[in-house]
T-cell receptor, first 113, second 112 residues
Framework: DAKTTQPPSMDCAEGRAANLPCNHS???????VYWYRQIHSQGPQYIIH???NNETNEMASLIITEDRKSSTLILPHATLRDTAVYYC??????????????FGKGTRLHILP | KAGVTQTPRYLIKTRGQQVTLSCSPI?????VSWYQQTPGQGLQFLFE???????NKGNFPGRFSGRQFSNSRSEMNVSTLELGDSALYLC???????????FGSGTRLTVV
């Protein structure tokens, strides 16, 4: 079973920041938080990952709470192309012998024009 | 560089038949995983291969099998197809120790 809980859907106005929450209260000390998104009819796309520090890349920012029990993915200036299902996943580092991703239901993000 | 390539993109098969799907990972990627996606069950892990060995397997019946070749290309096979096998089958590859998988666009299988 997925170790994360996400709201099933969210709306965000185009140009505004989209903040997608994720709860992972049973996360283990060596598990990372990963975010993927899936645009309709395409394969999931890796967005970002983090362990305990906040992370930022060209796509998004990831804010992880100090107790690591929850996180927020931030898309700073959402566009219509960001409409997708966003998956929050926790897993041990790759290469640890358990290289599989357990996907939950994700959050369906609608960007409104 | 080329992404993960899955062939064919679309496939229609009859119940009881078997099917083979192909996945070519990104050059240099030695880990290949397969996932099934259906509206009801979402994305589910099938199996993962590394250096021609299956390292992990999901909770699917034995009708679902796979293999990986020395060039890291992978195939998955589904025998005795059932209507419920209709799904999008996704392949993902990664470098060991790297962060994040790269997924292909998938093969959409319809069983009639």
């Amino acid at each position: 079973d997925a170790k994360t809980t996400q709201p099933p859907s969210m709306d965000c106005a185009e140009g505004r920041a989209a903040n997608l929450p994720c709860n992972h209260s049973t996360i283990s000390g060596n598990e990372y938080v990963y975010w993927y998104r899936q645009i309709h009819s395409q394969g999931p796309q890796y967005i970002i990952h983090g362990l305990k520090n906040n992370e930022t890349n060209e796509m998004a920012s990831l804010i992880i709470t100090e107790d690591r029990k929850s996180s927020t993915l931030i898309l700073p200036h959402a566009t219509l192309r960001d409409t997708a299902v966003y998956y929050c996943i926790v897993r041990a580092p790759e290469g640890g012998g358990d290289d599989k991703i357990i996907f939950g239901k994700g959050t369906r993000l609608h960007i409104l024009p | 560089k080329a992404g993960v390539t899955q062939t064919p993109r679309y496939l229609i098969k009859t119940r009881g038949q078997q099917v083979t799907l192909s996945c070519s990972p990104i050059s240099g990627h030695r880990s290949v995983s397969w996932y099934q996606q259906t509206p009801g069950q979402g994305l589910q892990f099938l199996f993962e291969y590394f250096s021609e060995t299956q390292r992990n397997k999901g909770n699917f019946p034995g009708r679902f099998s796979g293999r990986q070749f020395s060039n890291s290309r992978s195939e998955m096979n589904v025998s005795t197809l059932e209507l419920g096998d209709s799904a999008l089958y996704l392949c993902a590859s990664s470098l060991v120790g790297a962060w994040g998988y790269t997924f292909g666009s998938g093969t959409r299988l319809t069983v009639v």
